[in-house]
């Protein structure tokens, strides 16, 4: 892979991925380009082809070793394209048998990343997203898990900056306060 690798990752809800579309956006008015790859559309892909999903939700309950699987055929894919990547995914997912790292030694292997970006918010702006948010089967927790899963996530990510060398950068995006989450990111993607 050739170009810049920034993976871009969030609980799920946090609105990661309308703030990529956002920067997206902005930078494509400036004659920059990225190709934005969604991690759990490459996993559900395959899940769906081999009978075992019938929605991305569904994914985080299969057995972790079949979860791992779908992980890593989705890296070697991704590593495939070539340019500037931008990889929308998850720093570490909530399965009923507890959290699982979203970009473990062999999937980081495969995409390398300059920089992970970590989407954030508070807690309570998080459940509400969430629970506005009909189009989706959302696992039922509370703020104070919500909260936990972010500081898991920041935990984990200093692991896969030692592993790779890649900045972490923390975007807050906060309720009405959109704009900015998407001028932080488009800086870091220039
Ligand atoms: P994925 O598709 O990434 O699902 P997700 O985490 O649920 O992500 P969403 O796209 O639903 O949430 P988002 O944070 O992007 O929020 P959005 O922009 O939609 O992953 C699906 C599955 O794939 C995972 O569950 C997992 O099983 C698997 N997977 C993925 N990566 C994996 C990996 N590496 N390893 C293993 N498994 C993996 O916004 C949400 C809402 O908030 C929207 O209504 C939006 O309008 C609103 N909103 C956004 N920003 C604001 C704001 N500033 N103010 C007010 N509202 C806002």
Known sequence: MTGRRVIVTGVPGVGKT???????????GEGISYRSLNFGTYMFETAQKEGLARDRDEMRRLPGDIQKTLQQSAARAMARESGNILVDTHASVKTPKGFMAGLPEWVLRELMPDTLILVETDE???????????????????????ADHQQFNRAIAASYSMLTGCTIKYITNADFLLDRAVEEMAAVLR
């Open 18 to 28: 309308t703030v990529v579309t956002g920067a997206l956006k902005v930078l494509e």
């Open 124 to 146: 309570d702006q998080i459940l509400m997203r969430r629970l506005s948010d009909e189009t989706r089967t959302r696992d039922m927790e509370g703020s104070g898990a919500i």
